[in-house]
């Protein structure tokens, strides 16, 4: 009872090592070629006689632990640098305190045994996606001040697990993915609620150190952007409803689990193939939605994909409200966010227009130090039949001060705050 539980977890694994053919490219010898049999047969490899594994493309990363990786273009422009109003969108880098680099960016996604997040639930398939910084694209922009972006290309690495006593090894394997990137940033879809709570869990579970990152999930920022244009906010939905991508013939992930574990039963791969094609889709997904989010800060009037411009329009303002410290005396996004504003509050929309056009009335009374536009917006704001007492109210004070100002030729005539 002296040894910790990682010791005497490893010594079971050993022993079942030793005792039982458990070698994760093992294969069946039943109707395969003479030359064949009795030879270690490896994945991604075929022997002189033409056989082809059962794991074409897959190497052993550990007991009972399979890897591989791949690497794609995305039909996408990488910016060297992000737009600081990305941070806007994606309020975790406000958190973090500054806008990351391409090369700090690592894509995390977890295939489970369920969606309960408990005890029980194993991780048995883990991706990873990291930008291809090429030396023509330095993610250090001073080393390449020609070069504002470059297209992307993105290396997935996956670690699958192929039985349950192998998931020490699985584990480890994906905790080193980690400790690889210098200043790990995991970007997730959903994953400070499923993923990482997942990995922790079986890292307690086998004794494993969990891994330390900073994380950065885009499921809220895909929320507010498009809850009320899709019916839902799902990753594969915002995917080919927004992004415009192809994922025709993907297996859904919601038959993961179930197709993990007929693998188990029946030994057949085609299935959990397909499931490890999903997993990478999953990857190159969010990073193109990471790059789709970083256009819409860049640039949102300018963008080719389709959002909420209201609710953009107040949490702009929101973000910029409370992260001065952040944000500062950015000009640029700051007109920007009176721009959403203002186109936002001439879309009809009743609902939040009094805030838009307050907001706005204030950012041209304060900020751009223009009175006869601030009265142009409390006018408009003034017209809206639904308006409370006391917020109109408000509202003609707002214009008497406004008026005095004028008259004044643009000098307030008292203290007032917005």
């Not at 400070?192 to 150190?209: E, H, P, V, W, Y």
């Not at 256009?295 to 994909?305: T, V, Y």
């Not at 009094?354 to 003034?382: C, G, H, N, Q, V």
Request: with cysteine.
């Amino acid at each position: 009872m002296s040894q910790n539980l990682r010791t005497r977890l490893r010594h079971i694994q050993d022993v079942r090592k030793s005792s039982v053919n458990l070698n994760p490219c093992a294969v069946k010898t039943d109707n395969m070629p003479k030359a064949t049999q009795g030879k270690a047969v490896f994945p991604g490899l075929e022997d002189k006689a033409g056989y082809k594994p059962p794991w074409p493309g897959w190497e052993e990363a550990g007991f009972k632990t399979l890897k591989r990786t791949l690497r794609c273009e995305l039909t996408f422009f990488l910016p060297l640098v992000f737009p600081k109003a990305l941070a806007i969108l994606v309020p975790d880098f406000v958190r973090l305190g500054r806008i990351p680099t391409p090369g700090e960016l690592l894509f995390f996604d977890l295939e489970t045994t369920g969606l309960s997040g408990g005890a029980g639930t194993v991780a048995f398939l883990a991706a990873f996606g990291r930008f291809t910084l090429t030396a023509e694209t330095s993610e250090n922009p001073t080393d390449n001040a020609q070069a504002s972006e470059a297209p992307a290309k993105l290396e997935i690495t996956q670690y699958l697990l192929l039985d349950y006593p192998g998931e020490s090894d699985f584990v480890e394997s994906v905790v080193k993915e980690f400790a690889a990137s210098p200043v790990p940033i995991a970007v997730t879809y959903n994953g400070k609620s499923f993923d990482s709570q997942i990995l922790k869990t079986r890292c307690l579970m086998n004794g494993i150190a969990p891994p330390a990152y900073y994380h950065a999930d885009l499921l809220h920022p895909a929320r507010r952007l498009w809850k009320h244009l899709l019916p839902d906010c799902s990753q594969a939905t915002v995917e080919v409803s927004v992004l415009g991508l192809d994922r025709t013939g993907d297996v859904s992930g919601a038959l993961a689990p179930e197709i993990w574990f007929e693998f188990l039963r029946s030994g057949k791969n085609s299935e959990l193939l397909s499931v490890c094609g999903h997993n990478a889709k999953d990857v190159s997904g969010l990073a193109f939605l990471f790059l789709s989010l970083a256009e819409i800060a860049e640039a949102p009037l300018k963008s080719k994909f389709r959002f909420d411009e209201e609710a953009l329009a107040l949490f702009w303002r929101v973000a910029l409200k409370r992260n001065p410290f952040f944000f500062g005396d950015d000009e640029l996004c700051a007109e920007t966010g009176r721009i959403l504003l203002e186109k936002a509050a001439g879309s009809g929309c009743q609902k939040a227009s009094f805030t838009l056009l307050r907001d706005l009335a204030i950012d041209a009374e304060w900020r751009l130090r223009d009175p006869s536009l601030a009265l142009k917006y409390t006018e408009s704001a003034l017209a809206i039949p639904e308006l409370s007492g006391s917020l109109r109210e408000g509202l003609e004070a707002r214009r008497r001060r406004l008026e005095e100002k004028i008259s004044h030729g643009g000098t307030a005539t008292s203290a007032t705050s917005p």
